[in-house]
């Protein structure tokens, strides 16, 4: 009977689902503005509304977290698996604005492989994250786990190449700069998947 009348802590898995939702369709996006480098604002602005329903459904979840008693798996995970996806489509709609309000011009093709190196790690973050609400295959999420990191160390180094280029490009230092904030914000994006992984790993391995 008690546990009847306890919420049910599988709405916290939606929630998971939805946030890798967005987080793909972010990088997505962005992957696109860099391709077709043309109407910008507009494009920018596709990113901003789907970083403003992450938003919403990241807030939704930790009003949760804290009313909650039951939970799938400790609330510190939790707190920290919503708050790193978060995270990630922060990031990529940071690398968007930037790229409107700094007026940076078309974007080299450093950008477009981070952003295409991006994609794929985000989309090994919503198969790990779906497949978190049962580990029935806990091999599946570890290896989907250890893929988002093989993506991570590409955009690790990509990043790099790419700020050694920058510098030794000999443009002005205020293009550089610029450039220089949207490849961190880029890799940074990568990071926190990174993080992503990091989290569910413990998960799996505790719990299954």
């Not at 990088?27 to 910008?40: G, S, V």
């Amino acid at each position: 009977m008690l546990e009847k009348l306890m919420p049910r802590s599988d709405e916290f898995f939606d929630d998971f689902d939805a946030q890798a939702d967005a987080t793909v369709r972010g990088a997505k996006l962005l992957c696109d503005l860099l391709d077709d480098f043309n109407d910008i604002e507009r494009k920018v602005q596709a990113i901003k509304e789907v970083e403003h329903q992450g938003d919403a459904i990241a807030h939704r979840a930790f009003e949760r977290l804290h009313r909650q008693f039951i939970t799938p798996f400790d609330r510190a995970e939790i707190h920290r698996l919503l708050g790193r996806i978060d995270d990630v489509l922060d990031l990529t709609d940071a690398t968007a604005e930037r790229m409107l309000l700094y007026e940076v011009g078309p974007p080299p093709q450093a950008a477009k492989d981070l952003a295409k190196v991006l994609v794929p790690c985000t989309e090994k973050l919503q198969e790990a994250v779906r497949a978190m609400r049962t580990i029935k295959n806990p091999g599946e999420i570890l290896a989907a786990c250890r893929d988002i990191k093989t993506y991570e160390s590409q955009a690790d180094a990509l990043g790099r190449a790419a700020i050694a280029a920058l510098f030794k490009s000999g443009a002005d230092a205020l293009s550089i700069m610029k450039w220089k904030e949207i490849y961190d914000l880029m890799e940074t994006a990568t990071d926190r998947c990174e993080d992503v992984a990091n989290v569910i790993e413990g998960v799996v391995l505790e719990h299954a």
